[in-house]
T-cell receptor, first 114, second 115 residues
Framework: QQQVKQSPQSLIVQKGGISIINCAYE??????FPWYQQFPGKGPALLIA?????SEKKEGRFTISFNKSAKQFSLHIMDSQPGDSATYFC?????????????FGRGTSLIVHP | NAGVTQTPKFRVLKTGQSMTLLCAQD?????MYWYRQDPGMGLRLIHY???????AKGEVPDGYNVSRLKKQNFLLGLESAAPSQTSVYFC??????????????FGPGTRLTVT
């Protein structure tokens, strides 16, 4: 059972455009929603994260939008740049109930054309 | 701080051979994880540990064993490698504060090919 569903699987955007990646989750106990960025040949690294007490978090060109009632969250990359080309993973986790396992989406391969 | 390091970076095994992947972290994190990454499958959890001396199975544990004898190290073993274990393996660590898990720090990965 896939607890975090991520879409699209791949995304091609022109330089300067907006990239949008969506994730949906099922477990209402999740209380931490990070996005990781992975460049080819490297390990994933935290890009931005949000907790469910806020609906939006912005860091530079990257924004997470969070909809608790719909159990969805999304990553928006404004003014997308070729250097943003990478694989992006959403994740969700909670430590309540003794569970310490973050659940990952399957990833989105983003290509930004110059 | 080196963060999370993995040894080796690359390895080629023949079917039936054994090997151990080493993960080390210098952030004093309690929690450590081993993932495998395959095309289109995302990150799949193999085993994890919530503290020294404790380990637990993840989503895809078959064919792998782990040990956490020291807090800073988490070892992943393949006793009899199979071609299906060809993958990129990532180690990660994190800490928990109260009831919240914080970000995971990932190592650079080990690319394993089993022929």
């Amino acid at each position: 059972q896939q607890q975090v569903k991520q879409s699209p699987q791949s995304l091609i955007v022109q330089k300067g455009g907006i990239s949008i990646i969506n994730c949906a989750y099922e477990n209402t106990a999740f209380d931490y929603f990070p996005w990781y960025q992975q460049f080819p040949g490297k390990g994933p690294a935290l890009l931005i994260a949000i907790r469910p007490d806020v609906s939006e978090k912005k860091e530079g060109r990257f924004t997470i939008s969070f909809n608790k009632s719909a159990k969805q969250f999304s990553l928006h990359i404004m003014d997308s740049q070729p250097g943003d080309s990478a694989t992006y993973f959403c994740a969700a986790s909670t430590a309540s109930g003794g569970s310490y396992i973050p659940t990952f989406g399957r990833g989105t391969s983003l290509i930004v054309h110059p | 701080n080196a963060g999370v390091t993995q040894t080796p970076k690359f390895r080629v095994l023949k079917t039936g051979q054994s090997m151990t992947l080493l993960c080390a972290q210098d952030m004093n994190h309690e929690y450590m994880y081993w993932y495998r990454q395959d095309p289109g499958m995302g990150l799949r959890l193999i085993h994890y540990s919530v503290g020294e001396g404790t380990t637990a199975k993840g989503e895809v544990p078959d064919g792998y064993n782990v040990s956490r004898l020291k807090k800073q190290n988490f070892l992943l073993g393949l006793e009899s490698a199979a071609p299906s274990q060809t993958s990129v393996y990532f180690c990660a660590s994190s800490f928990v504060l109260g009831t919240s898990i914080y970000e995971q720090y990932f190592g650079p990965g080990t690319r394993l090919t089993v022929t």
